[in-house]
């Protein structure tokens, strides 16, 4: 397994310029994306493993499948119905829990805004179902979390006739990966663990 040296811009233009590569080129620059996410990960398992002496289980979906998507997820299962994914993709890398229960956005909605608040890389998104495919209808960060914001994914929700998911985590952008080069796999472990708490407590 190569070490992980930090991504490189390529790894993220990759999936911005999918539809313009030749066959050759794609192959070529989905196997070097790959290989970056995949040694990102592996460094996640060891600092894991340094940490706790336990191994972190990663479902790599990318290293099974050939589909053309716009993205790399890996999936750490916290339990029977609880994931933490990890996805590389042209803006920067995701670091969520996913869920269809949107009914912890009343339930938990102090527990949910100390989360957001404590940390200017996370996010809240809200998801539609529409055409068998779900798109983000809005999107929070810590700077845009207020009291009108947040009951406007309540009122969405309402809708009886949609079908929603919400995404919680943080976010990494492409220019704060290259910034952070290896480095990016300790604050990446950082954010899983702090996540990884929070999840537990809803």
């Known amino acids: 397994?190569?070490?992980?040296?930090?991504?490189?811009?390529?790894?993220?233009?990759?999936?911005?310029?999918?539809?313009?590569?030749?066959n050759g080129d794609y192959t070529k620059q989905r196997e070097a994306s790959k290989n970056s996410f995949r040694a990102f990960c592996y460094e996640l398992q060891k600092v894991y493993h340094k940490e706790t002496g336990g191994f972190l289980e990663l479902e790599k979906e990318f290293l099974k499948s050939n589909r053309k998507l716009d993205y790399f997820k890996a999936t750490h299962k916290v339990n029977e119905e609880i994931n933490i994914d990890f996805?590389?993709?042209?803006?920067?890398?995701?670091?969520?829990?996913?869920s269809n229960d949107v009914g912890i956005l009343t339930r938990c909605k102090n527990k949910i805004w100390e989360y957001i608040l404590s940390n200017k890389k996370s996010f809240?998104?809200?998801?539609?179902?529409?055409?068998?495919?779900?798109s983000e209808v809005i999107r929070?960060?810590?700077m845009d979390l207020n009291m009108k914001a947040y009951e406007s994914i309540i009122n969405l929700i309402q809708d009886e006739n949609y079908k929603y998911k919400i995404f919680i985590?943080?976010?990494?952008?492409?220019?704060e990966c290259l910034k952070l080069k290896k480095q990016l796999i300790n604050s990446s472990y950082d954010e899983f663990k702090k996540l990884n708490d929070f999840i537990k407590t809803l």
Do not use: H, P, W
């Open 140 to 142: 929070l960060g810590c």
């Open 87 to 98: 996805v590389l993709s042209q803006a920067g890398i995701s670091i969520f829990y996913e």
């Open 169 to 175: 985590g943080v976010f990494f952008s492409k220019a």
């Open 124 to 134: 809240i998104s809200l998801n539609r179902l529409t055409k068998n495919k779900y």
């Open 1 to 22: 397994m190569m070490d992980f040296l930090g991504f490189e811009a390529q790894d993220f233009d990759f999936f911005k310029n999918l539809d313009r590569l030749s």
